[in-house]
T-cell receptor, first 116, second 113 residues
Framework: GAVVSQHPSWVICKSGTSVKIECRSLDFQATTMFWYRQFPKQSLMLMATSNEGSKATYEQGVEKDKFLINHASLTLSTLTVTSAHPEDSSFYIC????????????FGNGTRLTVT | AQSVTQLDSQVPVFEEAPVELRCNYSSSVSVYLFWYVQYPNQGLQLLLKYLSGSTLVKGINGFEAEFNKSQTSFHLRKPSVHISDTAEYFCAVSGSNTGKLIFGQGTTLQVKP
């Protein structure tokens, strides 16, 4: 079946540095990708919707300058956490869609970010 | 706007017993409903979805759910659970055809031997 690859699976960085997370659809073209953040024992909070070739749409309360999203091709979207702080530590999950509701949404395995 | 409420944060159950995980939603438009399962430190796997048609939806791993429009519910059921069903279960709703999902708070299903 369709696979979404998310890399890295975990990363530890120092406060003030930037971290890039990649989300790739391996065997289909993803017109839309979604980025979620999940705190321990909590639900997934949608951060932004990324459409290939256009600017991402951010949810209310998400800082677009801090969480930079790029969807340069139909198979790759990246999330960059800029000037990371300990409060940015979380589990980040991407998902990819062909853009149609009857097409299943495929999720990556997530990235555990720890900022020290 | 849509929202989802999962009424139980934790559901403990013995192996081979039946289980129901409850989900209620609110929406001002027609909705599409989903159940996902998440194992520790992993992404989400689709169990089943309701888009239209029959209100009883069958999914993978023996799970099924019933869409009840009058009660705005989409409860997940399994007649006999296994230890391997222990995981976090998320109900989700979408009011559009773009795949944007709003998730409930999640229910931890803990199957005991």
């Amino acid at each position: 079946g369709a696979v979404v690859s998310q890399h890295p699976s975990w990363v530890i960085c120092k406060s003030g540095t930037s971290v890039k997370i990649e989300c790739r659809s391996l065997d289909f073209q993803a017109t839309t990708m979604f980025w979620y953040r999940q705190f321990p024992k909590q639900s997934l909070m949608l951060m932004a919707t990324s459409n290939e070739g256009s600017k991402a749409t951010y949810e209310q309360g998400v800082e677009k300058d801090k969480f930079l999203i790029n969807h340069a091709s139909l198979t790759l979207s990246t999330l960059t956490v800029t000037s990371a702080h300990p409060e940015d530590s979380s589990f980040y999950i991407c998902s990819a869609s062909r853009g149609q509701i009857d097409s299943p949404l495929h999720f990556g395995n997530g990235t555990r970010l720890t900022v020290t | 706007a849509q929202s989802v409420t999962q009424l139980d944060s934790q559901v403990p159950v013995f192996e081979e017993a039946p289980v129901e995980l409850r989900c209620n939603y609110s929406s001002s438009v027609s909705v599409y409903l989903f159940w996902y399962v998440q194992y520790p430190n992993q992404g989400l796997q689709l169990l089943l979805k309701y888009l239209s048609g029959s209100t009883l939806v069958k999914g993978i791993n023996g799970f099924e759910a019933e869409f009840n429009k009058s009660q705005t519910s989409f409860h997940l059921r399994k007649p006999s659970v296994h230890i391997s069903d222990t995981a976090e279960y998320f109900c989700a709703v979408s009011g559009s055809n773009t795949g944007k999902l709003i998730f409930g708070q999640g229910t931890t299903l803990q199957v005991k031997p």
